[in-house]
């Protein structure tokens, strides 16, 4: 099987895991993938990710333009301004999951960093997760403001919307989403409860224990 079969049978495949974990509803949520020719695989445009077949899946080019499969999802171009910035990033999962989703619609006194370190696996899947500006759907705006923060962030919360996350790998990208979306669901389980995130040096340890 080809490198590109393979990727869009993952796609498919984490695409209905991600729906029936009920990470992803409606035609909402967007998956994709760099091929090592340059160009990328993304989940097409009103396509629900529990019911991908694999040659649905839209190829485009770097510049966004279509080369094979359904036309792309409109939010792809804010997927290309990330793996832009992030050479070593081979997959992209973005999701309107409810807890993260509920993160990003809060005032934050920080846009740095929205969520609190509060375990390990945050720390080393996600790291700093900077809320970006609200832009209406669709608006290509959001793809410099994406762009922006790249090269310093795997992880990213768009305001009033939901997460980006890249990683080397779909699984990977897959895992540091769902880490993402725990952690927001325990950030407001803890609600007002005086909590104990990890501090400076444990954050730094695992850092240089497993860097991203
Ligand atoms: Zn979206």
Redesign the pocket.
Known sequence: MSEEARLRDDICRWGSILYQRQLAHGS???LSMRLRDGTFLVTPTNSCLGFLKPEQISKVSAAGELLDGDPPSK?SFFHLAMYEKRPKAGAIV???STYAVAVSCLCHASPENVLPPLTAYHVMRVGKLPLVDYYR?GDKALAAAVGLRAQDHRSML?AN??PIVSAESLDQAVFAYEELEETAKLFFILGERKTRPLNAAAIAEIDAAFPS
């Open positions: 909402a949520g967007n939010e973005h999701l309107h759907p768009l919307h939901g």
